[in-house]
């Protein structure tokens, strides 16, 4: 089975105690420039690889999708994506990105939030979503950064005094497993290159529609202590596809 740190208690009790945990779609700082490059999902089949407590299928089914399938290997997280969610077309299932199984063309829209850097493949994953989307049906994910990615331990480098120096780039081409430490825990991670994610997704029969590197926004810049540094090196990738 693939690394599932997520059903770790201590991982888990830490991961939700975060602001993305605590307060949804609100407390992460990349939804405000998701938000705006979402695809209409009124009357759409909406697959969420790594739906993690669910939001994404929560506002879908709120957007009037007709069916939404949520897919994650953590079932602690899947059991609070169940108890959060009151809408009879979303369904969640245990299972890793790479293994799930449908038919071709079953979904108009693939969505993944902050899950490809877990995925060492991207390749054989970029195959899978293409086949089942339909005919100019939507991929959107957003995934850390290649830069964030590449040396990985990804954390800033400090002077004497505690005060940060500067973030590491490092073996950017060297593409592959990292161990990076996330809410004090070894997690591992896989670095892929910019050049990897973008043309993967052309090699299957993408059409680019939108590459952004979310900022914070005003408002967490002013009101989240350490935000202002978010500036100095980007953390997250956003990419909107179409398949062609």
Known sequence: MKENKYDDEQFFKKYSEM????????GAGE???LEKLLPDFEHKRVLDLGCGYGWHCIYAAQHHADQVIGID????????ARSKTPYEQVSY???????FAFADASFDIVL????????KDFDALAAKISRVLSKDGILIFSCEHPLFTAEGKQDWYYDEDGSILHFPVDNYFIEGERKAIFLGEEVT????????????????GFELLNIVEPKPSDEML????GMKDELRRPMMLIVKARKK
Request: charged share 20%; no cysteine.
């Open 112 to 119: 993944s939030s902050l899950a490809f850097h877990y995925v």
């Open 73 to 80: 290997l953590s079932e602690k997280m899947l059991a609070v």
């Open 189 to 204: 991670k896989y670095h892929k290159t910019l050049t990897t994610y973008l043309n993967t997704l052309l090699n299957h």
């Open 93 to 99: 299932q245990r299972e890793s990105m790479e293994d």
């Open 19 to 26: 602001d993305r945990s605590l307060k949804g779609l609100q």
């Open 31 to 33: 939804w405000p420039a």
């Open 222 to 225: 002013e009101s989240v202590a």
